[in-house]
């Protein structure tokens, strides 16, 4: 989702206040700069909900009540050359995803398949960036992310037929690499909206869809201030709702299943069920060699083929194109690179707040009305 902004910020200077964010915020400059990036380029992509929005009031925030360990450094507790398993060291989601996707890269490159599940780890933004690390080397790339509450949540996705949320938003990306079409980048929740969304809506004084979700009391809900329960993919069980849930599944048992994220020893956790218990983020990645099926150029010709047949297809109705995943968000992209990022007034206030307190230049520009 796209939005309408009070000022603009060209990408590179946007990218450099975050990154010196994060610095005086405490990260080493690497793993700033790679957060940096995560969050610049989902703006610039208009994926405006996972971008710089969240860095005061959820990672500054947490980094601050000592929730997100600026120092943390991600460790290997076990491996093979086709697989690791990662402690994330309660570490910024944002930077341990970059790493953890390395390491796959890494492994991919010199056994033609790398995946790793990653522990202990926070939030880690918009998934469609850790894929899009890997179509940078013409690899299939694979982000993952998932959270689960086995006695519930108070916000959340519902499992079908259940009454309190169990879920977070488990998205699923998954990108493949093409000749001269637009990388495939698929990028969606397994519910029906992101929570994210629905506190953007609420930001920007925006009513939600009808379906999206409840309040707390299980009632359908549009005003985002009082959405709590999310539905899964489809909506009801009449609607295809449990093949949402099955995808959230899914994600969170590759997620936390893999890495121990979800293990015993709880016992002592009101939140745990059977001992059982997830107290952090966790995280799979995943990245692919074409060549070990066919040959790279080929596929990615063969990849353009598919695209351009449904470019071409008959459109319904009122439609003047059929797109796939990735192509809006390409081209948000090109737009944005050449008009810059616009920002909300509410994001403008957060970040010359933190311009103050980290003593760290804003280079803001006034947005234009108009085309």
Known sequence: MTMEGNAIIQADALRAFVA??????????????????????????????????????????????????????????????????????????????????????????????????????????????????????????IGLTGRFAARGAEIGVVPTFAAVPMFSTNPISIAFPTAEEPPFLLDMATSITPYNRVKMYQELGRILPLGWGMDDQGQPATDPAVVRRLYPLGGSREMGGHKGYGLAMVVEVLCAGLSGEWCDGHDEDDRCFEGYAQTHDAHFFGAIRVDLFRPLEEFKRSMDAMIRALHAAPKEPGQERIYVAGEIEHETEQERRRKGIPLPANVVADLQELSRRFDVPLALGEAKAGP
């Open 20 to 141: 010196a964010v994060f610095e005086r915020a405490g990260l080493a400059p690497g793993p700033a700069s790679d957060a940096a990036d995560v969050l610049v380029w989902a703006n610039l992509r208009g994926v405006d909900t996972h971008g710089v929005r969240n860095l005061k009031p959820l990672y500054i925030n947490l980094i601050d009540q000592g929730r997100i360990d600026a120092r943390a450094r991600c460790t290997v507790e076990y491996e093979t050359p086709l697989t690791a398993r990662v402690d994330g060291g309660g570490g910024l989601g944002l930077a341990n995803a970059c790493w953890g996707m390395r390491l796959a890269m890494e492994k991919a490159r010199q056994s033609g398949i790398g995946l790793v599940a990653m522990r202990h780890s926070h939030h880690f933004g918009a998934a469609g960036y850790y894929p899009w690390m890997a179509l940078q080397q013409d690899l299939i790339g």
